[in-house]
């Protein structure tokens, strides 16, 4: 199976209150999930790590062949890529938490850059959840 991830994070404020929004698709691009949450007080970058981990968090006890996440934060896909390096040091743990779920997959994984406009539907997730106040939970 191989499955497409549109995830956003939103902040208003930077920190303020923040959400992610997380679509999971199929190959027909049929909707699998949808999460939206809120996630508290944060920055935008930090939303955006959050929306990535929830989406592997998702994905991990599925059957996969491979995994592609659409994300419009440069900053993730770069870092996530390996092209830009991680300095915050809040960035750094979650970006090993990242690290660490993709080296427990068991499935491809792509993330790629999108503009802003192709990813409206997890943009609105996102500050759907922040309105929620509806906290994420991890298992």
Do not use: W
Request: hydrophobic share 35%; net charge positive; proline share 1%.
């Amino acid at each position: 199976m191989n499955l497409v991830a549109y995830i956003d994070g939103a902040s208003r404020g930077n920190p303020g209150e923040s959400g992610i929004g997380v679509i999971i698709k199929d190959e027909k691009r049929n909707i699998i999930d949808k999460i939206s949450g809120y996630i508290g007080k944060t920055t935008n970058n930090i939303a955006e790590y959050t929306a990535l981990i929830t989406c592997l968090r998702r994905v991990k006890e599925l059957n996969l062949d491979s995994l592609t996440v659409y994300s419009d934060s440069e900053l993730l896909v770069r870092q996530i890529q390996g092209k830009y390096k991680v300095r915050n040091a809040r960035l750094k743990l979650l970006f090993e938490d990242v690290r660490k779920l993709l080296n427990e997959a068991n499935f491809e994984f792509k993330i790629k850059h999108i503009d802003r406009e192709e990813n409206r539907e997890a943009d609105q997730l996102a500050n759907a959840g922040i309105d929620s106040r509806f906290k994420i939970k991890f298992n």
